[in-house]
């Protein structure tokens, strides 16, 4: 599906899902367009994008590619820029996708393949002030804003649910590890794709900074976009070391109850080494043992026995060993 955002008597108007003529007839109009995004677009709808204004769209292996070379570049006419942005899949679970922005005759494409709420907003956002918005440039760095301000939410977010689990670990009387090793993993699972998708905007708003093409004005938006991103990158860093603390202190609690329960074994097995001692030579097989022929043998083979293993007991509690 394609979105055309065409500006029209200082209106913005968005035309989605467009007969094939009507559609061709609109794209002919390029002073007036302003932004078309592609969603789910077919082949079809990629090749007549890429015929109607020359352009080359990257696919679907190149998106991914992770070098520099493959994630910005720009020619005489037109910028393109792969990047991450966080989407929530089915399972709820946030993870990254790459979406392509290419600028070219002041007009943004936008290829996406899942729904982003940023993309939802922005086109409100669109269509309520046409007058920001002059030029695909001033709608990338909106994007840009939106989605920044979005990955500080998760963040802090992140931040207080580690602080609500720092303070758990702490002070429950009772510790279901299982439990808070999971939370914890999906905190560091979910920081780590917060930082590697502000690693990767920042890369692209780096590149649009030293570019020609982008003007004044939206190189000094894009600045500041640039500053709350470096910001975030401190922050998940920040983050991430209180997460590798908790990751710490469960793992030397978990180390400290494993002792405990060593201890206690090592202890219940010395205590019992001496009446195992004692039974073991009464069970021998001799002709002649003496002690069996007592009267009270049994009683005071008891006895010694119950002694033999409440002394070592009461040894090792005076030693604050149990």
């Not at 078309?36 to 079809?44: E, K």
């Amino acid at each position: 599906m394609i979105n055309i955002f065409v500006r029209r008597n200082g209106l913005i108007e968005r035309k989605s899902q467009l007969l094939n003529v009507t559609r061709a007839a609109i794209l002919k109009e390029q002073d007036k367009i302003l932004w078309i995004d592609l969603f789910h677009p077919s082949t079809d709808e990629i090749n007549h994008i890429s015929k109607t204004y020359n352009l080359e769209i990257p696919t679907k292996e190149e998106r991914e590619e992770i070098e520099q070379s493959a994630r910005y570049w720009e020619d005489s006419g037109s910028i393109t820029i792969n990047t991450y942005f966080l989407v929530r899949s089915l399972e709820s679970e946030l993870h990254n996708e790459t979406i392509t922005f290419l600028l070219c005759k002041n007009i943004l494409f936008t290829l996406r393949y899942s729904e982003f709420r940023v993309f939802d907003e922005i086109q409100q956002i669109v269509l309520a002030t046409p007058r920001v918005f002059e030029d695909g440039f001033d709608l990338i760095g909106k994007i840009f804003e939106i989605r920044v301000e979005k990955d500080a939410d998760l963040l802090e977010s992140a931040a207080k649910n580690t602080r609500a689990l720092r303070k758990r670990v702490f002070n429950s009387q009772v510790i279901n590890y299982d439990e808070m090793l999971e939370e914890l993993s999906s905190l560091q699972e979910l920081n780590m794709s917060v930082r590697d998708s502000l690693f990767d905007k920042r890369r692209a708003i780096t590149a649009i900074l030293k570019s020609d093409k982008a003007d004044s004005d939206m190189k000094k938006n894009i600045t500041i976009v640039l500053k709350d991103l470096n910001s975030l990158v401190e922050f998940t860093a920040v983050n991430m070391h209180a997460l590798d603390n908790i990751q710490t202190i469960l793992t030397n609690q978990i180390n400290i109850e494993q002792n405990k329960t060593i201890k206690l074994f090592t202890v219940v097995t010395v205590a019992m080494m001496p009446p195992t001692l004692i039974g073991t030579i009464y069970g021998m097989n001799f002709d002649y043992m003496p002690e069996t022929h007592w009267d009270f043998a049994y009683p005071v083979v008891l006895v010694i026995m119950i002694l033999s293993t409440i002394f070592p007991i009461i040894y090792f509690k005076k030693k604050g060993w149990i």
